[in-house]
């Protein structure tokens, strides 16, 4: 009888665990996620800050350094990132739910410290050996805590870099744009 308990007990927890993996499978299919990555050690002692200004607020993803990436999770649609340095880098995105899609922070040389971009990496470019040793190399990370507490502390310096970078944005062409944009098709 006290075999048949447990025999029973430990059915009953596999159940539950198969039935609550299932439930977080269907919760990642209603959502897409960007993995933010910096392979690059150039500009490495210069940190860049990631946000989600698709509603209008500058919502802080996390803090990159070289080597690192993060993931973020996000609704399906249409969204529009920022990576701030020196100045400030957009990124449209075009999400849909249940696949993962890849953005490199690119640093560029700057004036006093280095610049970022926004680059969309292509669905053509994910099984490239390039791609392959960027997955490799970057640590995975998740800052985002601390993130919130810097991003508090320096609001104004970021609202300034986004409103006055959004400006360029806005007069690049729809090709220029598209160059910045990370399409559907582009996850996987």
């Not at 690059?40 to 946000?51: L, T, Y």
């Not at 040389?109 to 994910?126: C, D, N, T, Y």
């Amino acid at each position: 009888m006290r075999t048949l308990k447990l025999c029973m007990f430990i059915v009953s927890l596999f159940s539950a665990s198969v039935t609550m993996t299932a439930q977080a499978q269907q919760q990642d299919q209603g959502m897409a996620t960007v993995i933010f990555m910096r392979p690059s050690i150039f500009g490495g002692v210069i940190k860049s800050s990631v946000f989600d200004i698709t509603s209008g607020e500058n919502d802080v993803i996390g803090i990159l350094s070289s080597e690192q990436k993060l993931s973020y999770r996000v609704s399906p649609g249409e969204h529009m990132f920022m990576v701030i340095g020196e100045n400030a880098g957009f990124m449209q995105a075009e999400l849909e739910a249940g696949k993962t899609y890849y953005c490199r922070v690119r640093a560029k040389v700057g004036m006093w410290k280095a610049r970022f971009a926004l680059q969309p990496i292509r669905h053509s470019e994910l099984d490239s050996e390039e791609f392959l040793e960027w997955q490799k190399k970057t640590e995975q990370i998740e800052n985002r805590d601390q993130a919130r507490v810097w991003a508090a502390k320096h609001a104004p310096s970021i609202e300034d870099k986004r409103v006055k970078w959004l400006r360029k944005w806005d007069e690049k062409s729809d090709a220029e744009k598209a160059e910045y944009t990370l399409r559907k098709e582009d996850g996987r």
